[in-house]
């Protein structure tokens, strides 16, 4: 009868620690926070990626109209004239400085023939921080239908931009942490294009550009 006692009093011991362990609260607090904070640290961190990377779209598109309009003011321009034009466009991009933008300053015009063609006449490039050629003059593209009107002349600003995440980027290159890339973040591809129509003038020539 005695065995019988101690084999009782051993259960309910084990069952009165587990039943204090379940109600026992102390550092449940700590365990929720390893939890949530990472879900709340990434969270953070795309909201902050996301603003960053529809505030460099804006000043994409900021640039490129900047650059066509100050163009199209031209009477006339040289390709070192082209080329300041583009690097103050680059400029409005700062502080941000993990790509370089590719921009460029195209003139064109529509033939008057029966079947219009649109045509290079001088172009300008800023690509990797360096000026430069940009379409071989004399050579076709392709407009908006609303734009082909004959003997049209137009001022043709494009600018474009592989944005970096800055979560994923380092001084030496780029370093994929993986989250931003699930969200679609990574080297995002940012474009705009503005066509305008010369304001002094007809056309705008180009010497030897």
Known sequence: MKHHQETDGGKTGLLIAIRDFLHDRRGVAAIEF???????????????????????????????SMIGDLAAQ???????????IMKIGGAILKPYNRSEPNITLT???????DTPEVRVVWS????NGSTGPGLPK?????????????????IWATTSLGYKPIITWSSNGQKS???????GLDNLQMSERYYLRPRMSSSIPCSDC
Do not use: W
């Not at 003139?107 to 023939?113: K, R, S």
């Open 107 to 113: 003139a064109i015009e529509v033939t008057d023939e």
């Open 34 to 64: 390893a939890i949530v904070a990472p879900i709340l640290f990434a969270m953070y961190f795309l909201t902050l990626e996301f603003g960053q990377a529809i505030n460099a779209n804006k000043k994409i598109s900021r640039a490129a």
């Open 138 to 154: 004399g050579s076709n593209i392709t407009i908006p239908e609303e734009l082909m009107k004959k003997g049209a002349f137009y």
């Open 124 to 127: 300008r490039e800023l690509k």
């Open 177 to 183: 942490l993986g989250i931003t890339a699930m969200a």
């Open 74 to 84: 031209q009477p006339s321009i040289t390709p070192s004239e082209a080329d300041a």
